[in-house]
């Protein structure tokens, strides 16, 4: 994974431990229902990786509904953020979803990914070993950035091209450079069915909570979708 995601994800770790839960709406109001609806009815007792889980909202909602939990997370920082929050009910480690996993065949029911894969040039080797760890139809459920959405960073305005782009984030008035690799819609389904059954595809749809708090945010998210979500299986 590209270094400046590492760095960019360093300096972001205390507000995504102290704020992102509160403050980012994109996160409370739009991605995390629509990524929750769409997870099995009982996670009691899975084994799940959570591939990329920040400071571990997603892996504490995990353990709350009774999953056996493993996080990880290519940034220090938001490990040990991860680690504060969940102490030992789960296992955290800092890896490379870019690398060989060092996890055993066949060994999750279940990977979750938020936000995460968009900071991958490939995702082929990644999802290779996303199939190799999960067992026979074992779920993969992950999001990223809406194609539609990340062409306006695009340098040469280009809906079909997949490269590197750059965004700036303001955080307690400091700018932060955010880089992630975009990609067209085709790329991203056809990548995910060299190895997976495709189930369904979401543009989600911010709450009703999210109109309230933020009105005219709300209203761009019905006119155009910010975030896109895939779930898949492994054939069985």
Not at 29 to 46: D, F, T
Not at 56 to 61: A, H, I, K, R, S
Not at 89 to 102: I, M, N, S, Y
Request: hydrophobic residues 35%; contains cysteine; proline residues 4%.
């Amino acid at each position: 994974m590209n270094r400046s995601v590492i760095k960019a994800y360093d300096e972001l770790a205390n507000d995504y431990e102290h704020h992102v839960d509160q403050r980012s709406f994109y996160n409370t109001e739009y991605e995390r229902p629509a990524m929750i609806k769409e997870l099995p009815r009982s996670v009691s007792n899975l084994n799940v990786l959570d591939a990329g889980c920040a400071a571990g909202w997603y892996t504490c909602e995990l353990i709350r509904h009774g999953a056996i939990v493993t996080a990880t997370d290519i940034s220090q920082n938001m490990v040990d953020a991860t680690k504060r929050r969940v102490g030992e009910k789960a296992t955290v480690v800092c890896l490379d979803l870019a690398e060989e996993l060092p996890f055993e065949n066949s060994s999750y029911d279940l990977i979750i990914s938020s936000l995460v894969l968009h900071y991958l040039k490939d995702w082929k080797s990644t999802f290779k070993e996303f199939n190799r760890i999960l067992k026979p139809g074992g779920k993969l459920l992950f999001s990223v950035h809406h194609p539609s959405m990340d062409v306006r960073l695009s340098k040469e305005g280009n809906y079909f091209s997949h490269e590197l782009v750059v965004d700036e984030w303001t955080r307690d008035g400091k700018i932060i450079e955010v880089p992630f690799y975009r990609r067209p819609m085709q790329t991203i389904l056809n990548e995910t069915l060299q190895y997976f059954k495709l189930e369904k595809i979401i543009e989600p749809q911010p709450t009703e909570e999210f109109k309230k708090r933020d009105s005219s945010g709300y209203q761009k998210l019905k006119k155009a979708p910010h975030f896109l979500i895939i779930k898949a299986s492994k054939h069985g």
